[in-house]
């Protein structure tokens, strides 16, 4: 389709749209094109998770539709992408016709072997991704179907099926490689690379984790995969695709870079949201796609990727938006996770101080000298401070071995647990510190921090074995341990708790807690609040995501402004101390324009209400009723690093999903 042709369809697709969804009128972003000047009108992702955007589709006559769901991140709702019959005969020759293009231009036999790792739709009945394969079935490719949840060894089978071939692809998920490489059946594991030898071997990775085990850079993702796919011809390509896409793009190099070429019904562009324009070439942006497959939904779609763009339809993918949602592949997989056992454990050697109280001016000065910047240790000093007051202890602890997984976005959530275990008389503890969003810059500070602090405290404890498991997946022989204490999303517990025999191992999970504030604003202090809600950059386990206003006036105005300067002056100043410039060029753009687009359906001026700094945005509607928000669903999964909500306190009572937690919590209140 040419583009003129594209850009008609594009114009009728958001006629129909409005005309059916009057409000979405208000989510589509005009972009210019600054070759022609022509602006196009996008909408940004999450459309697909708030709408149902499609022409004809209703309750009524759902049977005539097939809707693919996205696997959606932990406790939010999936994104869906509705196709008449007619459309899904159209996407399944679009994706086949790219797929076999990309297996020419690698010089791949269309009748190698495929083993999909992938669940068939029978598991996964509203996956895109197992839907595409069995597309490629459909379309005569040789695709060997591996039911990784029913047995391990049917990775072996499969092989052992396509003896008489040299050549053999091998499609997955992120999680079903590593879980694979990761195994802890060291003869079965042995076994497959026997298989594996053999063969002139393609892996294709599409991508996703979501929590269920590490999140690895590229470069140690192709050093795993290389590692366990032992041959000495091997390729490894990535699939880039969603569900809210019609079409995919595929791997540019044989070995994965980041770049991918796209199928011909796809067009990437690399966007400024801020300037509401489209890139040049080569400059770096939030990636785009207009998608002809999409003729009945919508084609003109923003991503919260990050990358820039070639030409001849390539784009180079760098990573997700600073404060995107957790994206990947949500797994279903049951009692299957048999990964490695070994767990990298590093034993922290004690100087076995005279004085085992805890001081915590100690701790302090010692972390200058591990090169803490001045911010941090006043965080640290700040959370820490109610340890002086003395350290509860639980006889039940007396002896025991211990495993605590900390928490990716804090340094200190462990600090509580490990002090009333080691003061109670454990045996041992092992602390792990996960790190999930490899494309976050705050995770490797974090990670560093961490470390530190352990070596630090953990010199108190002289009695107690204390170990940092430095390994990458979150997997364990659990059930070597007498308490399993886990800080995470509610996918990552449900995966640990899946590995636990309770009768061995008792298992406590410590969910994510979304915070807030009630504030006198006569009685505190716009910059003392904004203080608080940027310690440890706004990403601690309890900083608040909103902000609910009393006082005897109702009128907040003066004390919001005063705030949002404030808490825009506390970041750029913690931002002196290393935060990369990526963070602030990209850092709540695409949730604010979802936002925006959400105040703006309530009849509200954007102007009135949005405080937006370099490095933090305030949402003010402490002077709307109930009544006048009534419509309006913050989602506050974007909250935190700096994105606040403003509210009346009358309000508050709507929020259930929000608790009112002290930010500096006394270790006498946290409960083990």
Not at 314 to 321: S, T
Not at 525 to 532: G, K, M, R
Not at 539 to 545: A, I, K, N, Q, S
Request: glycine content about 6%.
């Amino acid at each position: 389709m040419n583009v003129s042709a594209q850009l008609e369809v594009l114009k009728r697709q958001k006629q129909n749209l409005i005309q059916k969804i009057p409000v979405i009128k208000h989510f589509f972003v005009d972009l210019q094109f600054p070759q022609s000047g022509e602006k196009v009108s996008f909408l940004p992702i999450r459309c697909f998770r708030d709408f149902i955007l499609h022409e004809q589709y209703s309750h009524e006559n759902s049977n005539n539709f097939k809707i693919f769901n996205s696997s959606g991140s932990t406790g939010n709702k999936p994104s869906q992408h509705i196709f008449s019959h007619k459309a899904l005969i159209d996407y399944e020759q679009n994706t086949c016709e790219g797929f076999l293009s990309f297996l020419e231009r690698n010089n791949l036999n269309k009748n190698t072997p495929i083993v999909s790792l992938v669940p068939s739709v029978k598991d996964w009945p509203n996956s895109s991704l197992s839907a595409m394969i069995s597309m490629f079935e459909r379309k005569g490719l040789n695709i060997l179907w591996c039911d990784l949840e029913e047995s391990l060894e049917n990775i072996v089978k499969c092989l052992k099926d396509i003896q008489t071939h040299s050549a053999c692809v091998i499609f997955g998920t992120s999680f079903h490689h590593f879980m694979l490489a990761h195994l802890s059946n060291s003869e079965l594991k042995e076994r497959m690379q026997v298989e594996f030898s053999r063969l002139k071997l393609s892996i294709i990775d599409t991508g996703g984790t979501k929590g269920r085990t590490q999140a690895f850079t590229l470069e140690e993702g192709l050093a795993i995969l290389k590692s366990f796919y032992k041959t000495e011809t091997l390729d490894i390509f990535s699939e880039y695709g969603m569900c809210e896409l019609g079409s995919q793009a595929w791997s540019s190099q044989k070995i994965h870079d980041g770049s991918f070429q796209c199928n011909e019904t796809l067009q990437p562009f690399a966007v400024s949201i801020e300037q509401k324009s489209i890139l040049p070439l080569n400059e770096t942006g939030f990636l785009a796609f207009i998608d002809s497959v999409n003729y009945e939904s919508y084609g003109a779609i923003i991503t919260e990727d990050i990358g820039y763009c070639f030409a001849h339809n390539a784009f180079k993918l760098i990573g997700r938006g600073p404060d995107s949602t957790l994206k990947g592949c949500s797994l279903n997989l049951r009692a299957i996770y048999n990964f490695e056992k070994k767990s990298h454990k590093l034993l922290i050697e004690n100087n076995n101080f005279k004085n085992k109280q805890f001081v915590l001016h100690e701790i302090i000065s010692q972390l200058t000298m591990c090169e803490w910047n001045s911010t941090v240790i006043n965080d640290l000093e700040q959370t820490l401070a109610s340890i002086e007051k003395g350290i509860p202890t639980d006889k039940n602890y007396k002896n025991k071995d211990i495993l605590i997984i900390s928490a990716a976005n804090t340094p200190i959530a462990w600090v509580y647990p490990y002090l009333i275990a080691a003061e109670s008389g454990a045996k041992s503890i092992v602390i792990k510190v996960p790190s999930l969003r490899l494309d976050d810059y705050y995770s490797g500070v974090v990670l560093k921090y961490t470390y530190d602090l352990i070596r630090l405290i953990a010199n108190l404890y002289a009695q107690v074995y204390t170990y940092i498991d430095q390994g990458k997946s979150i997997a364990h022989t659990f059930n070597e341990y007498d308490f399993v204490l886990t800080f995470g999303s509610e996918e990552t517990l449900t995966t640990i708790s899946k590995q636990i025999d309770p009768y061995k191992t008792s298992f406590i999970g410590k969910g994510d807690i979304k915070n807030s504030l009630v504030v006198n604003t006569v009685l505190h202090a716009p910059n003392l609040i904004a203080q608080n809600c940027s310690v440890w950059n706004g990403r601690g386990c309890l900083t608040p995501v909103a902000l609910f206003l009393n006082s005897e006036t109702t009128c907040f105005e003066k004390w919001v402004k005063l705030f949002a300067f404030d808490f825009e002056n506390t970041f750029i100043e913690r931002a002196k101390l290393g935060e990369p410039e990526f963070i602030r060029q990209f850092c709540h753009s695409h949730n604010l324009l979802y936002v925006s687009s959400q105040i703006r359906n309530i009849g509200i001026d954007i102007q009135k209400v949005i405080h937006r700094g370099k490095r933090t945005c305030v949402i003010d509607l402490s002077s709307y009723t109930e009544d006048e928000l009534n419509s309006f669903h913050p989602d506050f999964s974007f909250g935190g690093c700096g994105f606040i909500y403003i509210f009346n306190e009358k309000l508050k009572s709507r929020f259930t999903e929000l608790k009112s937690l002290n930010i500096f919590p006394e270790i006498q209140n946290f409960s083990f």
